[in-house]
């Protein structure tokens, strides 16, 4: 018995040792590698029910179907169980609860600044796209501060000092082109945007209209030209880049109870998710997260054929549900994101991982 108490309690100093050494490091975030970059990719109003039946139609699959770390998100907002995409958007940009309509502000109406404006001041670049105005909801609450969306003007001029590298999408009557010129950006619009060209700052619009059309209706592959170009121009900074994509249109297709408009929003929408996690599989310090806001439509998917290959769905509304939405990660602290969360969770873990200091507004 003698000798075998020595060895048990060097075992145990050893396993105290590392115990010590654990404890010691402040560990907010589960993995020790940190991404350079983050793309985070909003299908907006898109729930599991879409992403399901979107799976079904797909030739080959979904990319959204690689992914092996999948979390749940609790979407209510500060003030309603079902939240709007203002709100929505503005907890993970900003990682607060906050009234639905609001554009990057608290309940108090107040600005909280957001991931965006924390990652530039740490010299990262950043970027946003949109199926939509770059003005409307989502987009907006990455860099605006109003206190309510339907300020589209307002949301516009808010852009002029936010110095965003890469900004792609519609919303083109809202914004004063001459200003964005003097400002040092390359402003292009539809067939006059060179995908290939390299711009280190550049506003690209879809057309002149304010909104994108739907993806039946011509849009063709411009959301996934705009998440390559603007990669491929964030990625120059070596000090890292946060890109949010957003896949505006699904939403709509579930306001409307459109199903084929959901499905071929979300089918369009996952071709972007491919673009970045196939990036992120080369560069290896990127963290892809693909998530919704909310889900819109109460879409239920009661018959399907597996021959005929159709699905026969039920809308259950014309609004937002509070189901949970999924948040899909990959990359360098995806397993951050793995359990079921509240969406400010989602912010929180983004900032963490990209060393984010916040700042005063
Ligand atoms: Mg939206
Ligand atoms: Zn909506």
């Known amino acids: 018995m003698k000798f075998l108490k020595q060895p048990l309690c060097l075992l145990i100093a050893i396993s105290m040792l590392c115990m010590n050494c654990n404890g010691g490091v402040k560990a907010v975030h589960k993995k020790l590698k940190h991404p350079l970059n983050i793309i985070l990719l909003i299908g907006d109003g898109m729930g599991l029910a879409q992403i399901s039946a979107a799976s079904h139609y797909a030739a080959g699959g979904l990319c959204l179907d690689l992914f092996t770390i999948i979390g749940l998100i609790k979407t209510s907002s500060g003030d309603d169980y079902i939240t709007d995409s203002a709100a929505g958007a503005t907890a993970y940009s900003s990682g607060v609860h906050t009234y639905n309509g ?17 990652a530039k001041a740490q010299e990262l670049s ?33 852009i002029y000092n936010q110095n965003i590298d890469v900004v792609i999408g519609g919303g083109k009557p809202y914004f004063n082109l001459e200003k964005l010129k003097q ?37 063709a592959d411009f959301l996934v030209k705009a998440t390559q170009t603007a990669i491929r121009t964030l990625n120059k ?30 089918l369009d929408f996952d071709k972007a998710v491919r673009v970045a996690y196939e990036f992120a599989k080369k560069d290896g310090n990127t963290l892809v997260l693909v998530t919704a806001d909310h889900e819109t439509g109460g879409l239920a998917l009661n018959e399907g054929s597996l021959k005929t290959h159709t699905i026969k769905p039920a809308y259950t509304t014309g609004h937002h549900t509070g189901v949970m939405v999924p948040i899909y990660a990959y990359g360098p602290g995806a397993e951050n994101f793995g359990g079921t969360m509240e969406n400010i969770k989602v912010f929180e873990h983004m900032a963490g991982l990209l060393n984010l200091k916040s700042i005063q507004h």
């Open 102 to 118: 609001a554009i990057g502000v608290g309940m108090d109406s107040l600005p909280v600044r957001t991931i965006l404006e924390m």
């Open 126 to 158: 950043t970027g946003l796209i949109a199926t939509c105005s770059i003005t409307h909801a989502t987009p907006a609450s990455f860099f605006a501060h109003q206190k309510s969306r339907s300020l589209d003007a307002d949301i516009a001029n808010d």
């Open 183 to 219: 400002l040092g950006y390359h402003v292009a619009t539809g067939n006059d945007i060179d995908w290939n060209a390299v711009y280190p700052q550049y506003f690209y619009f879809y057309n002149d209209s304010i909104h994108l059309p739907k993806w039946k209706d011509g849009r």
């Open 237 to 266: 900074n070596k000090k890292g880049f946060f890109l949010m994509v957003e896949g505006s249109q699904i939403d709509w297709g579930g306001h409307n109870n459109d199903f084929e408009y959901t499905v071929q929003e979300t």
